[in-house]
């Protein structure tokens, strides 16, 4: 024991309730989210990957992870989830996904590829995610990842 028996005592007694919990892991989170989207805003070009997945509920989880580059090494760190409360539509993926730009105030302009794994929502000719975001960044490669 490093501090010695009397002050691992008093960090037992503390009362640390599920809110209290919750809170530092919540404050965690959003300390390495803020890190990761300077990291992100200070590199010349971005990326994202996107998967979507059912979790053991049966609910619809969109995963996002970003690819940068930061002191001449490229990096790659999970940005987020989201769950898709109503439906898996290229709708409800883009605006999950703009709806994280916006509030990391991060634009489309240095995103130059999306990664994808393949599914209709995402790859659709007509109205896919990739065809989406192509609209508001007609530079972005899109990569297609098959398990």
Known sequence: M??????????QDLPLSNNTVKRGIDDIAADIEEKVVAKIKA???????????????SLSQLLVYGRYVHDTFIEEEFLFFQPLLRTTTTKDVLKVVENFLEKA???WEKLISVCTDGALAMLGCRSGFVKQIKQKNPDIEALLHSP
């Open 105 to 107: 105030k991060l634009g």
């Open 2 to 11: 490093v501090l010695g028996k009397s002050a691992e005592q008093k960090f």
């Open 43 to 57: 590199s010349p070009i971005w990326a994202i990957q996107l998967d979507e997945s059912t979790d053991v509920a």
